[in-house]
Nanobody
Framework: QVQLVESGGGLVQPGGSLRLSCAAS????????MSWHRQAPGKQRELVAR???????AYADSVKGRFTMSRDIGLNTAYLQMNSLKPEDTGVYYC???????????WGKGTLVTVSS
């Protein structure tokens, strides 16, 4: 049973920070590549951060320099550290895992991030 569970969302003031976690079960990170996406009401879901096949991280231009993706392989957990948050960062953040073997994709249920004064 493959599961992804996001946590760490909440209400934060502009300029503040949050760290999101994605706890994975039922598979190993060694067989999947992970990414973070977000979606605001009325907008399309967008890719925020991802691990590349070369072992690096890549970010959307809108979050570059402010967000950092990382993972703990032993804990099977991915993280998204979000600094200098802006109101436009508001949305539901989703964790995604794609199989390197068959391209099967899995999604978490999301965690809501609200950036507001």
């Amino acid at each position: 049973q493959v599961q992804l569970v996001e946590s760490g969302g909440g209400l934060v003031q502009p300029g503040g920070s949050l760290r999101l976690s994605c706890a994975a079960s039922g598979f190993s990170f060694s067989s999947y590549y992970m990414s973070w996406h977000r979606q605001a009401p009325g907008k399309q879901r967008e890719l925020v951060a991802r691990f590349t096949r070369g072992g690096y991280t890549a970010y959307a231009d809108s979050v570059k320099g402010r967000f950092t993706m990382s993972r703990d392989i032993g804990l099977n957990t991915a993280y998204l550290q979000m600094n200098s948050l802006k109101p436009e960062d508001t949305g539901v953040y989703y964790c995604n895992a794609v199989s390197l073997r068959n391209d099967s994709a899995y999604w978490g249920k999301g965690t809501l991030v609200t950036v507001s004064s």
